[in-house]
């Protein structure tokens, strides 16, 4: 019997509707070849919302996107909405997503494909064969602690305050999905924060140990944020999954991402509760640069349809699948214009979509 999902698509801004375009064909696909029954919904986000509704996300919209499985996103915002209200910008209808499905941990593979592996800073050697992924924090920490802002102290002095603060089941929920993570892949659990400093950083090292206990084949070891930063550049292989709070997984997440080439090939999850929702979006934006030419390249977003089926829908034999295509279509040479490298064929938006198909077609057989 066909396995039932559904999924709400939602293509944002700039580059985001000729990308989920190309995605949109994958689960086309999955649905004639892989006996997996989508239920596809479509909606409005970011700017586009803005321009039909006069908000960044309709509340038609946001309930849809608790009904459903999964989100998949494509990007919002562009120089058109520059001038809107903070509160209605494109990016606040990102923010509404991740706030009203609780989306609290976020994950950011960082995969170095074998044929990209000279588009990496780092040296082939060190980032041949990479496979980290990175869990933050996304909802709690000094991005949303309490006391902040900025106080006029009357003597010429202002002063600027934000608050670090996480609480023991804030850690925990996090922790475990680093752990079950990792019981997934490599079964090593590597936590960062600045316990050395911060009393917050201690008390996160003191309970990942404790929810560590519940997980005795996974190995745990700790890492102080800034060595952890240091350490992805001088040895990045070293790494199975690390889990950090929302501000240092701001950074080390960026980081871990350079050492990879290229921005449009990055896929990132937000997941909720167990069994809630989940959004998936590549890591770019909008490319406003280059929206409407035909050349954005789908990859990302693609992958991320494949985290997707990996982590909400339980199919991992076809997300690896579409990660197979991906990296056979790359060492057959194609590139889009953004991991363009001497020799290599460039192709546009479509075709790449096409080739990734045609790749689908002959994995499958
Ligand atoms: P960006 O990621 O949109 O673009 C940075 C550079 O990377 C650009 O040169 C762009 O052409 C290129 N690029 C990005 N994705 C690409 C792809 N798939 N294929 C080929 N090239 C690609 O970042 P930006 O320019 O700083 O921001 C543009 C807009 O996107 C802004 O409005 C910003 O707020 C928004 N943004 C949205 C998200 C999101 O929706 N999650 C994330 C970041 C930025």
């Given at each position: 019997?066909?396995?039932?999902?559904?999924?709400?698509?939602?293509?944002?801004?700039?580059?985001?509707?000729?990308?989920?375009?190309?995605?949109?064909?994958?689960?086309?696909?999955?649905?004639?070849?892989?006996?997996?029954?989508?239920?596809?919904?479509?909606?409005?986000?970011?700017?586009?919302?803005?321009?039909?509704?006069?908000?960044?996300?309709?509340?038609?919209?946001?309930?849809?996107?608790?009904?459903?499985?999964?989100?998949?996103?494509?990007?919002?915002?562009?120089?058109?909405?520059?001038?809107?209200?903070?509160?209605?910008?494109?990016?606040?209808?990102?923010?509404?997503?991740?706030?009203?499905?609780?989306?609290?941990?976020?994950?950011?593979?960082?995969?170095?494909?074998?044929?990209?592996?000279?588009?990496?800073?780092?040296?082939?050697?060190?980032?041949?064969?990479?496979?980290?992924?990175?869990?933050?924090?996304?909802?709690?920490?000094?991005?949303?602690?309490?006391?902040?802002?900025?106080?006029?102290?009357?003597?010429?002095?202002?002063?600027?305050?934000?608050?670090?603060?996480?609480?023991?089941?804030?850690?925990?929920?996090?922790?475990?999905?680093?752990?079950?993570?990792?019981?997934?892949?490599?079964?090593?659990?590597?936590?960062?924060?600045?316990?050395?400093?911060?009393?917050?950083?201690?008390?996160?090292?003191?309970?990942?140990?404790?929810?560590?206990?519940?997980?005795?084949?996974?190995?745990?070891?700790?890492?102080?944020?800034?060595?952890?930063?240091?350490?992805?550049?001088?040895a990045p292989k070293q790494f199975d999954v690390i889990v950090t709070d929302n501000l240092f997984g701001d950074m080390l997440s960026d980081v871990a991402a350079m050492l990879t080439g290229s921005l449009g090939m990055l896929p990132s999850a937000a997941l909720g509760v167990k069994g809630g929702s989940a959004m998936?979006?590549?890591?770019?934006?909008?490319?406003?640069?280059?929206?409407?030419?035909?050349?954005?390249?789908?990859?990302?977003?693609?992958?991320?349809?494949?985290?997707?089926?990996r982590y909400t829908f339980d199919c991992g034999v076809e997300a690896q699948l579409i990660e197979d295509a991906v990296q056979g279509v790359l060492a057959g040479g194609l590139r889009t214009a953004d991991i363009m490298q001497p020799g290599k064929a460039k192709v546009s938006t479509s075709v790449m979509g096409d080739?990734?198909?045609?790749?689908?077609?002959?994995?499958?057989?």
């Amino acid at each position: 019997m066909a396995k039932e999902f559904s999924l709400l698509i939602l293509p944002g801004d700039g580059i985001g509707p000729e990308i989920m375009a190309e995605a949109r064909r994958v689960v086309d696909w999955l649905r004639t070849n892989r006996d997996l029954n989508f239920t596809v919904h479509d909606g409005l986000v970011g700017g586009a919302a803005y321009d039909v509704y006069g908000k960044p996300l309709s509340h038609e919209t946001l309930e849809l996107a608790k009904q459903v499985d999964a989100v998949l996103l494509g990007a919002v915002g562009g120089p058109k909405w520059d001038g809107v209200d903070y509160d209605k910008r494109p990016e606040a209808g990102l923010l509404i997503l991740r706030k009203e499905l609780e989306l609290f941990a976020n994950l950011r593979p960082a995969i170095c494909f074998d044929a990209l592996v000279d588009a990496s800073s780092l040296k082939a050697d060190l980032v041949s064969g990479l496979d980290i992924m990175i869990v933050r924090e996304l909802t709690g920490g000094v991005y949303f602690g309490e006391p902040r802002g900025i106080e006029d102290l009357g003597n010429g002095q202002r002063r600027g305050v934000n608050t670090q603060v996480y609480t023991t089941s804030e850690i925990h929920r996090i922790a475990h999905v680093a752990f079950d993570m990792a019981a997934k892949r490599d079964g090593r659990v590597t936590s960062s924060e600045k316990a050395n400093v911060m009393e917050s950083g201690l008390l996160w090292r003191e309970e990942v140990t404790r929810v560590a206990e519940d997980y005795p084949e996974i190995a745990l070891d700790h890492m102080l944020a800034d060595s952890c930063a240091m350490q992805l550049v001088r040895a990045p292989k070293q790494f199975d999954v690390i889990v950090t709070d929302n501000l240092f997984g701001d950074m080390l997440s960026d980081v871990a991402a350079m050492l990879t080439g290229s921005l449009g090939m990055l896929p990132s999850a937000a997941l909720g509760v167990k069994g809630g929702s989940a959004m998936y979006e590549p890591v770019h934006g909008s490319a406003p640069d280059i929206a409407g030419e035909g050349i954005a390249n789908p990859i990302a977003t693609i992958l991320s349809l494949a985290m997707a089926l990996r982590y909400t829908f339980d199919c991992g034999v076809e997300a690896q699948l579409i990660e197979d295509a991906v990296q056979g279509v790359l060492a057959g040479g194609l590139r889009t214009a953004d991991i363009m490298q001497p020799g290599k064929a460039k192709v546009s938006t479509s075709v790449m979509g096409d080739s990734i198909l045609r790749a689908l077609d002959s994995l499958n057989k």
